[in-house]
T-cell receptor, first 111, second 113 residues
């Protein structure tokens, strides 16, 4: 089982739709959580950190459920420019630390 | 605002050749990382440096060496390149290791023939 698993993609949605991504992690020592976006042939860029209380940044909402070990990302009112791959990232404290990236979920937003 | 700068951006090598990928950050970050990204797989950590003067293995360190030259610079060396090392390599940095988000360079596309 992968340490971080994401929804299989791709997701194809029309402009204006609401889309949700889920990510599960297996290591209970996971300490911090992030969502990144990656455009084709570009570097990953931080979208938002994920806090236990949930957090919102404009059209984007991230939530963390420690008991069930999953995080989610909700995108409201999708724009064409939201088309990208969304990466779930988990930092695990294990003496040292490990950063584990999910394989990503591809999103296509169509006019 | 340069952020994280990687050189070169593209490189083609023959099997057995060696080369060093360079990375520098100007954000005064303590921690730096090297990843590789292959199709259908997430980024995998090769090596990281939690602070100047320290380096540690990540998930896939075999075939690579690193040097944390100073606080700004972290290089990745392939001593004897193999076709399995064909990949996109990303360098990243963060304020500290383990809890802070990482900021990435724009990658080096490496092909080994």
């Amino acid at each position: 089982r992968k340490e971080v698993e994401q929804d299989p993609g791709p997701f194809n949605v029309p402009e204006g739709a609401t889309v949700a991504f889920n990510c599960t992690y297996s290591n209970s020592a996971s300490q911090s959580f992030f969502w990144y976006r990656q455009d084709c042939r570009k570097e990953p860029k931080l979208l938002m950190s994920v806090y236990s209380s949930g957090n919102e940044d404009g059209r984007f909402t991230a939530q963390l459920n420690r008991a069930s070990q999953y995080i989610s990302l909700l995108i409201r009112d999708s724009k064409l420019s939201d088309s990208a791959t969304y990466l779930c990232v988990v930092n695990i404290r294990t003496g040292g630390f490990k950063t584990i990236f999910g394989a990503g979920t591809r999103l296509f937003v169509k006019a | 605002n340069a952020g994280v700068t990687q050189t070169p951006k593209f490189q083609v090598l023959k099997t057995g050749q060696s080369m060093t990928l360079q990375c520098a950050q100007d954000m005064n970050h303590n921690s730096m990382y090297w990843y590789r990204q292959d199709p259908g797989m997430g980024l995998r950590l090769i090596y990281y440096s939690a602070s100047e003067g320290t380096t540690d293995k990540g998930e896939v360190p075999n075939g690579y060496n690193v040097s944390r030259l100073n606080k700004r610079e972290f290089s990745l060396r392939l001593e004897s390149a193999a076709p399995s090392q064909t990949s996109v390599y990303f360098c990243a940095s963060s304020v500290s290791a383990g809890s802070q988000p990482q900021h990435f360079g724009d990658g080096t596309r490496l092909s080994i023939l």
